[in-house]
């Protein structure tokens, strides 16, 4: 299968934010937990209709740019391929038209400049909102390297895993396995008590039908927040971030996010790290594309800090003429 995603569009930088964390102090790497990147594809692990299905993503050097799609193991029939097509145009939001945004951001020096870096580039969209939401608890309040141990953890206890080639890929654990596990269990995991709790009440809505979250991208995103609002667990920053990371809502604002803080603190010369009144405020110049602002904020972190240092200089330079 082929697609043709709207220009401009970036392969390589929609993966980056997926595939590479920013660098640690110590240098230290983290493994692939879901996503991998093999032999110059894209690769993953999908649930469709009950069966896992790994499929790979790689860009063809062709202009415009093409996606070819691989179904690698897993049931290839046309049902399947139907799937793993609208799920990878989703996932990159191949059919996204970036113009507005791209005229939203003119008048804005910060945003200008970061838009013709990482030009192109898609909020890549995650492929399962219940694996998003469960993530994004387990990284509520701890860093980088305890969240990926414990999630870590998760996968290979509870999740299931594909063979291609000689290698294992992971699945991230469907809410039938969380839904029997108990926070005592969970705690093995170094999962905190409540955290497990709120896990295991997710994945039994979710099982029973109370907590419909694919149904979600399907409703208003002011309908979407009040849902996920309703739940144990998701607060001011996990319901905007799952708009923004698994809904392909364009308008959300995490302002309570502190590496959204800072980036702004660093980008927009101020003195102090902007509390979430702040961060709002400045956000409503970004209106209907708040998103994609947060995301390109977010992605200055990805960067080396040679280039971050160079645009601050530039954007310093240019407040003081």
């Known amino acids: 299968m082929f697609l043709r995603p709207r220009e401009p569009f970036s ?21 692939p937990l879901l996503d991998y990147f093999e032999d110059g594809e894209y690769r993953r692990v999908a649930d469709i209709d009950g ?13 415009p740019v093409t996606l070819r799609v691989r179904i690698l193991a897993g049931p290839i029939d046309s049902r399947t391929r139907s ?72 996968i290979e206890t509870y999740g299931k895993s594909v063979e291609y080639e000689g290698r294992r890929y992971n699945a991230f654990p469907e809410p039938a396995a ?33 907590l419909d979250l694919e149904g979600l991208r399907a409703v208003e995103p002011a ?8 739940h144990k667990g998701v607060g001011p920053w996990t319901a905007p971030y799952l708009g923004l990371r698994a809904l392909g809502h364009l308008d959300c604002l995490p302002a309570a996010d502190v590496g959204l803080q800072k980036a702004v603190q660093m980008f927009y010369g101020l003195r102090q790290q902007p509390p979430v009144k702040k961060v709002e405020a400045l956000g409503r ?21 040679a280039w971050r240092d160079s645009v601050l200089r530039e954007l310093k330079a240019e407040r003081r003429a």
């Not at 069966?51 to 202009?63: D, F, H, K, N």
């Not at 005229?103 to 013709?116: F, Q």
């Not at 309908?223 to 309703?230: D, G, I, P, S, T």
Request: proline share 5%.
């Open 178 to 210: 969380l839904a029997i596990a108990t926070p005592r269990e969970l705690r093995r995991l170094q999962i905190s008590g409540p955290k497990a709790r709120y896990i295991i009440g997710i994945s039994r809505a979710t099982l029973d039908g109370a």
């Open 11 to 31: 392969f390589t930088r929609t993966l980056r934010f997926i595939l590479s964390p920013p660098a640690l102090l110590n240098g230290r790497q983290f493994a």
């Open 83 to 154: 799937a793993v097509r609208s799920l990878v145009e989703r996932q990159f939001s191949t059919h996204l038209d970036l113009g507005p945004f791209a005229r939203l951001a003119e008048p804005d020096r910060v945003l200008a400049k970061l838009l013709a870096h990482f030009r192109g580039m898609r909020i890549p969209q995650a492929t399962n909102v219940y694996e998003t939401l469960v993530s994004a608890i387990l990284e509520q309040q701890v860093n980088l390297t305890f969240a990926h141990q414990v999630k870590k953890a998760l």
């Open 223 to 230: 309908v979407a927040r009040a849902k996920l609002l309703e």
């Open 51 to 63: 069966q896992p299905v790994l499929y790979g993503v790689s860009e063809r050097q062709t202009s």
């Open 285 to 305: 110049k970004w209106s209907g594309w708040r998103s994609y602002a947060t995301f390109y904020l977010w992605l200055t972190y990805w960067e080396e800090p």
